[in-house]
């Protein structure tokens, strides 16, 4: 695992470490898991890529198959969960047989996530945007704007 | 891109230890089929635990078992299950998952209310109690919570972050909080 002196990561379960790459002063707090299943990728690429001052708070989970990139100075509150795939659900067959594929996510600089929120495959969060507490956002975000619920929706925007 | 040698090293030192707590929850009582993967769970009380073929079960996931003396409290796991990290199943009657069903990570099964008359205080009156079943095939999304009397469908869809009362029938998709009717499966 990629970690930088001064940043900080507390106790927790990751699988691979050697794909996880954390950024200067940044955090990452106790409980978390980080569950990578995927191509192993060479050196100097990491899927899972957090960058610097980011905050994530306890109780934190990474689900990821393919890659999520967390900008500079984010926020994430404890309880967060990040999951980059899912199933295909056609009738017929079993959904456990029917593999969907993943998609990144990528949350930009100065995002703010509240507590337990959820965010699902090919989500990209543009800058400055806010989250409400407990939403589950399966679209993507524009930046500057405060979404919440669940599905999440625009509630306003900053000013 | 190999994995390291201290990587490779420690990934056999956990499952050796996961072996030994599984023969530990085994002779305390549990029933598991073949090619079940356990991860570290806590049950105070196995022998109210079944797990079929394999099943996997990850890290964290927490069986309560409030009545471990009655006949009627008991868990259990079809084959083909997957239940994802730090699930959590409270447990006062019955909890029956069928096979195939894939139940994602934070997901709370809880079969278990409260009387709330205005007469006494709420945790002076007795519990409600009410069993969840699962049918085949069922997918649950992350961070669900599934509450008492609940029966859900074959091949349903449960999408994430839902508070799921209702029982749902099958081949729907449904979601929100509480979980409504969204679309069914085509």
């Given amino acids: ?159 | 891109m190999r994995p390291n040698r201290i990587a490779l090293l420690n990934n056999k030192v956990r499952s050796l230890s996961l072996k030994s707590a599984v023969l530990f929850l085994k002779l305390r009582g549990m029933q598991t089929g073949k090619d079940s993967s356990i991860g570290k769970i806590t049950c105070d009380w196995p022998n109210k635990l079944t797990i079929g073929d394999s099943c996997e079960v990850q890290d964290d996931v927490d069986f309560r078992i409030w009545q471990p003396y009655s006949d009627n409290c008991l868990i259990k796991l079809g084959s083909n299950v997957f239940i994802g990290h730090a699930c959590e199943f409270v447990c006062n009657s019955r909890i029956i998952i069928g096979n195939n069903c894939l139940i994602a990570s934070k997901t709370t099964f809880n079969d278990t209310g409260h009387e709330f008359s205005l007469k006494s205080t709420i945790n002076k009156q007795p519990v409600t109690v009410k069993e969840i079943i699962l049918e085949e095939d069922v997918w649950i999304g992350t961070s669900c919570v599934i509450l008492q009397g609940v029966t859900i469908g074959k091949g349903a869809v449960i999408a994430a972050g839902s508070m799921v009362n209702k029982s749902i029938p099958c081949y729907e998709v449904w979601g929100g909080v509480p979980a409504r009717f969204i679309k069914k499966r085509v």
């Fill in chain 1, 1 to 159: 695992m990629n970690v930088p002196s001064n940043s900080y990561v507390g106790k927790g379960r990751i699988n691979n470490p050697s794909q996880v790459k954390l950024g200067q002063s940044s955090s990452i707090h106790d409980k978390f898991i980080i569950s990578y299943v995927g191509k192993l990728l060479g050196r100097r690429a990491y899927p899972i890529n957090i960058g610097n001052g980011v905050f994530i708070g306890p109780n934190s989970s990474f689900d990821i198959t393919s890659g999520i990139t967390i900008h500079d100075n984010c926020m994430i509150a404890q309880g967060c969960k990040f999951i980059d795939h899912d199933h295909g659900m056609a009738l017929g067959k079993l959904m456990k047989l029917q593999l969907g594929f993943g998609l990144p996510i990528i949350l930009e600089k100065d995002v703010w996530l509240g507590c337990n929120v959820v965010v699902l495959k090919g989500v990209f969060i543009g800058e400055g945007a806010v989250i409400a507490a407990g939403s589950v956002v399966n679209k993507s975000i524009p930046p500057y704007e405060i979404w919440g619920g669940v599905p999440a929706r625009l509630i306003k925007k900053r000013i």
